[in-house]
């Protein structure tokens, strides 16, 4: 069972972090990502990390303001975000799918492929 937690209500330019964690499941067999649908839109890939973490993508829209990692420790994984904006605005998900190399040629099919998913968090950016 995933469970995403750490959002909240920040002014655009903003930081939060968000978390994703895990109970009967060991997150690094699997890839991890993270999703999210906002108002009267439909759900999106934001990014995801393998499950080594080796290997990491994201979307255009949040590359260099985004960062995945993950705690293999700690069973979770995280998805700091900075440089927030209005459009950010979402209900984020993380969400488990298949760790397999190939994704790492086209990082965007990966989101298809997802197979459980855990409750969400709300992200509001706002000033």
């Known amino acids: 069972q995933l469970q995403a937690s750490g959002g909240g209500v920040v002014q655009p330019g903003g930081s939060l972090r968000l978390s994703c964690s895990a109970k009967g499941v060991t997150l690094a067999n699997f890839a991890t990502g993270w999703f999210r649908q906002a108002p009267g839109k439909e759900r999106e890939g934001v990014s995801w990390?393998?499950?080594?973490?080796?290997?990491?993508y994201y979307i255009d829209s949040v590359k260099g303001r985004f960062t995945i990692s993950r705690d293999i420790s700690a069973n979770a994984v995280y998805l700091q975000m900075n440089s927030l904006q209005p459009e950010d605005t979402a209900i984020y998900y993380c969400?488990?799918?298949?760790?397999?190399?190939?994704?790492?040629?086209?990082?965007?099919?990966?989101?298809?492929?997802?197979?459980?998913w855990g409750q969400g968090t709300q992200v509001t950016v706002s000033s």
């Open positions: 969400a488990t799918g298949p760790d397999d190399p190939k994704y790492a040629k086209n990082g965007r099919s990966w989101f298809y492929f997802v197979a459980s």
């Open positions: 990390i393998s499950g080594s973490g080796e290997t990491t």
